[in-house]
């Protein structure tokens, strides 16, 4: 990519978050990450310059020194910061704005500092693996659950089970209210979501008819199912086994586990029965990407509510001495400094500064795999490909890509708490429970929708 021919027509409009905006382009499998602001920041243009540059840096060395290692390799993908051209910038920013969600249209692309971050087009597959003239399927699932504007009956802890059961079910919940939490690609274009401001769902039917041309030996009947619900019976066994891909075998040949915590097992408001829940040898293999995902969010053993009081620790004691807010690397830099002290932290708890800054390390490392996104791209392959799901019919090649890794502020921690004591004082409020301490004071309205148990 030359940097200094740049053309805005050679990109279109992508997708956006809260932060940034993406666009791709249209020969290379390559997309361009720009940040965005809120439109009254933006005559500080040369601090948002100065801003833009750190930011999208420490994006690239969490990435690559904290999240790969954690992670692993052949799931993360650290990208480089580039310096685009400003006229490009405005220029493309111009270009893509009709084609952007009004809903995300309250912040503006960042046009003045020029930094972006040059990423692989993670919905598209290596040509030399398309041998195929059908292109290329892509799944991108929001683990976490989302803002949601209707009730859904997705839940994740159901998907990180390990049983293809409950697995499938969660998949199934996605795909009949997908919202903000999984989008659909063919060939790098989208096919399926929820829009941001979309008062409906969007067309199954629409879905399977992208999707038929890559199941056609299920246009007959699938177990006395219709045709199209063979279809997503398929397509959803792909997606599951995608994400239990990569274990290893132990001495005894059998695949290794990872396990949710005994504690928190399950939802209460499952429909599965208990037994179902409670029994059977199901887990992780500990490869897999759903396993690399679990661990770093066990990372944080203790909650928000056990996080707190450490925070404040460490805010009384840079308040008596300010100069050790670098040394501490509370700000970055995101280095190998950085992970000694997440791997490293102190078990018990001595009292000291770094045992709190340490488990404060942990508590944002995990909340960024708590909010982190599979992408799964696959496509139809020869008998002969390495990379390949093991299903009967069809054969398909595949990768499987970790995102959303950005670092979570640690200015956060105290929105986290408040927004976590009002959804404990909601709930209090909605069965009608006594509160159990003083710990959440707080008692103000919620928005949340809870399942009937």
């Given at each position: 990519?030359?940097?200094?021919?740049?053309?805005?027509?050679?990109?279109?409009?992508?997708?956006?978050?809260?932060?940034?905006?993406?666009?791709?382009?249209?020969?290379?499998?390559?997309?361009?990450?720009?940040?965005?602001?809120?439109?009254?920041?933006?005559?500080?243009?040369?601090?948002?310059?100065?801003?833009?540059?750190?930011?999208?840096?420490?994006?690239?060395?969490?990435?690559?020194?904290?999240?790969?290692?954690?992670?692993?390799?052949?799931?993360?993908?650290?990208?480089?910061?580039?310096?685009?051209?400003?006229?490009?910038?405005?220029?493309?920013?111009?270009?893509?704005?009709?084609?952007?969600?009004?809903?995300?249209?309250?912040?503006?692309?960042?046009?003045?500092?020029?930094?972006?971050?040059?990423?692989?087009?993670?919905?598209?597959?290596?040509?030399?693996?398309?041998?195929?003239?059908?292109?290329?399927?892509?799944?991108?699932?929001?683990?976490?659950?989302?803002?949601?504007?209707?009730?859904?009956?997705?839940?994740?802890?159901?998907?990180?089970?390990?049983?293809?059961?409950?697995?499938?079910?969660?998949?199934?919940?996605?795909?009949?209210?997908?919202?903000?939490?999984?989008?659909?690609?063919?060939?790098?274009?989208?096919?399926?979501?929820?829009?941001?401001?979309?008062?409906?769902?969007?067309?199954?039917?629409?879905?399977?008819?992208?999707?038929?041309?890559?199941?056609?030996?299920?246009?007959?009947?699938?177990?006395?199912?219709?045709?199209?619900?063979?279809?997503?019976?398929?397509?959803?066994?792909?997606?599951?086994?995608?994400?239990?891909?990569?274990?290893?075998?132990?001495?005894?040949?059998?695949?290794?586990?990872?396990?949710?915590?005994?504690?928190?097992?399950?939802?209460?408001?499952?429909?599965?029965?208990?037994?179902?829940?409670?029994?059977?040898?199901?887990?992780?293999?500990?490869?897999?990407?759903?396993?690399?995902?679990?661990?770093?969010?066990?990372?944080?053993?203790?909650?928000?509510?056990?996080?707190?009081?450490?925070?404040?620790?460490?805010?009384?004691?840079?308040?008596?001495?300010?100069?050790?807010?670098?040394?501490?690397?509370?700000?970055?830099?995101?280095?190998?400094?950085?992970?000694?002290?997440?791997?490293?932290?102190?078990?018990?708890?001595?009292?000291?500064?770094?045992?709190?800054?340490?488990?404060?390390?942990?508590?944002?490392?995990?909340?960024?795999?708590k909010d982190c996104s599979v992408m799964i791209t696959f496509a139809p392959c020869e008998e002969d490909e390495e990379q390949?799901?093991?299903?009967?019919?069809?054969?398909?090649?595949?990768?499987?890509?970790?995102?959303?890794?950005?670092?979570?502020?640690?200015?956060?921690?105290?929105?986290?708490?408040?927004?976590?004591?009002?959804?404990?004082?909601?709930?209090?409020?909605?069965?009608?429970?006594?509160?159990?301490?003083?710990?959440?004071?707080?008692?103000?309205?919620?928005?949340?929708?809870?399942?009937?148990?």
């Amino acid at each position: 990519m030359e940097l200094d021919k740049m053309d805005e027509n050679d990109w279109k409009y992508h997708g956006e978050g809260n932060k940034s905006l993406v666009v791709s382009h249209l020969q290379h499998c390559r997309v361009l990450r720009l940040l965005k602001f809120p439109s009254e920041d933006s005559a500080h243009t040369r601090q948002t310059a100065e801003q833009a540059f750190r930011h999208i840096l420490n994006i690239v060395d969490y990435s690559k020194y904290v999240m790969k290692p954690l992670l692993g390799e052949k799931y993360v993908h650290s990208g480089e910061v580039v310096k685009l051209p400003l006229d490009f910038v405005r220029q493309l920013s111009l270009k893509v704005q009709q084609e952007r969600p009004e809903l995300r249209c309250d912040k503006v692309m960042d046009t003045f500092s020029g930094c972006g971050l040059c990423l692989p087009n993670l919905t598209q597959l290596p040509l030399h693996h398309l041998r195929d003239h059908r292109p290329p399927i892509c799944v991108e699932i929001k683990l976490a659950n989302g803002k949601w504007k209707r009730l859904s009956r997705y839940c994740p802890l159901d998907l990180f089970s390990g049983s293809k059961q409950r697995m499938y079910v969660a998949l199934k919940n996605l795909l009949e209210e997908p919202q903000n939490n999984l989008k659909i690609f063919k060939g790098g274009e989208l096919i399926f979501s929820c829009k941001d401001d979309a008062k409906q769902q969007p067309e199954l039917n629409d879905l399977i008819q992208h999707l038929r041309p890559y199941f056609s030996h299920s246009n007959g009947l699938y177990n006395g199912h219709q045709p199209g619900k063979a279809i997503l019976n398929e397509f959803i066994q792909v997606i599951c086994s995608a994400l239990l891909s990569g274990g290893d075998s132990n001495r005894s040949g059998e695949p290794r586990k990872v396990h949710l915590s005994e504690s928190r097992p399950h939802c209460e408001a499952s429909p599965f029965p208990r037994d179902l829940l409670r029994n059977g040898n199901h887990g992780l293999p500990k490869d897999s990407v759903l396993a690399k995902i679990l661990q770093v969010q066990m990372l944080d053993n203790l909650d928000i509510e056990g996080i707190y009081p450490l925070y404040k620790r460490v805010e009384q004691y840079l308040e008596e001495f300010p100069k050790e807010r670098n040394r501490l690397q509370i700000d970055g830099p995101y280095n190998e400094s950085f992970m000694d002290k997440v791997k490293n932290c102190p078990t018990e708890d001595d009292g000291s500064v770094e045992y709190a800054v340490g488990k404060v390390h942990q508590y944002r490392v995990a909340m960024t795999a708590k909010d982190c996104s599979v992408m799964i791209t696959f496509a139809p392959c020869e008998e002969d490909e390495e990379q390949q799901l093991k299903l009967e019919k069809p054969r398909f090649t595949y990768s499987i890509s970790i995102l959303d890794l950005d670092p979570k502020p640690y200015e956060g921690i105290p929105h986290q708490y408040k927004l976590d004591t009002k959804i404990v004082n909601y709930y209090l409020r909605s069965t009608q429970a006594p509160p159990p301490s003083s710990l959440y004071k707080e008692r103000q309205e919620c928005t949340l929708l809870f399942h009937a148990v």
